[in-house]
């Protein structure tokens, strides 16, 4: 339930923004190391890369969004009551996450606990999400939370960890560009 005169549209298009620069820094350091394979390989594994501008352009990202998510999801938290606030203080947690994996690169202490506590708390700002907007109606927004979650679980315990990683970041900048508009819209 949105607070009345509460807008969050600003931190709307930081979420849209977010989304496009981390889907662009993960598509040009990809292309950069011809080493890597899409559900081989860990993502973060680009960020410890020996061609050194995907390393760089994965780590620099990596901090980069991690700032934007959190104020994200400081614009979240800020806009909403009860679940929706929910899943924009995971998201603000989320953010902090993802900008100690630029710091902390793969293989290091601590980045395997800062990966995995990543994926659990954008799995659960997307169910707290996606639980808000079924209460409100929102039921595309509904959707895509399910869908996520679903394709990131099939991939993960039917294919491999790697890809389900993989899968479970691809579907997390689908849903927040399409959270983010809500928030624009809303």
């Known amino acids: 339930m949105k607070e009345e ?12 923004v977010a989304a496009f620069i981390f889907s662009v820094v993960w598509v040009v350091a ?16 680009l960020g410890i890369s020996s061609v050194s501008i995907a390393a ?10 991690g700032i934007l998510m959190f104020v994200y999801g ?30 902390v690169h793969s293989g290091e202490n601590y980045h395997f606990l800062f990966s995995v506590l990543l994926m659990v708390c954008l799995a659960f700002a997307i169910i707290a999400a996606g639980s808000a907007d079924g209460k409100e109606g929102r039921m595309l927004n509904a959707a895509v939370c399910s869908c996520v979650l679903a394709a990131a679980a099939i991939a993960f315990l039917g294919i491999s960890p790697e890809m ?15 959270d983010s508009l809500k928030l624009i819209l809303d």
């Not at 190391?33 to 993502?43: L, Q």
């Not at 760089?56 to 969004?65: A, P």
């Not at 479970?168 to 689908?174: D, K, L, P, R, Y």
């Open 5 to 16: 005169n509460r807008s969050a549209a600003g931190f709307g298009a930081i979420g849209l």
């Open 164 to 178: 389900g990683e993989a899968v479970m970041i691809a579907g997390t900048i689908a849903w927040v560009a399409a």
């Open 74 to 103: 400081i614009g979240k938290a800020y806009a909403y009551r009860g679940a929706e606030c929910a899943s924009g203080m995971l998201m603000m947690i989320a953010g902090a996450l993802l900008f100690a994996i630029g710091i």
């Open 30 to 45: 990809a292309c950069a190391d011809p080493s890597w394979t899409f559900g081989n390989d860990y993502v973060s594994k």
């Open 56 to 65: 760089d352009m994965f780590n620099y990202g990596c901090i980069l969004v």
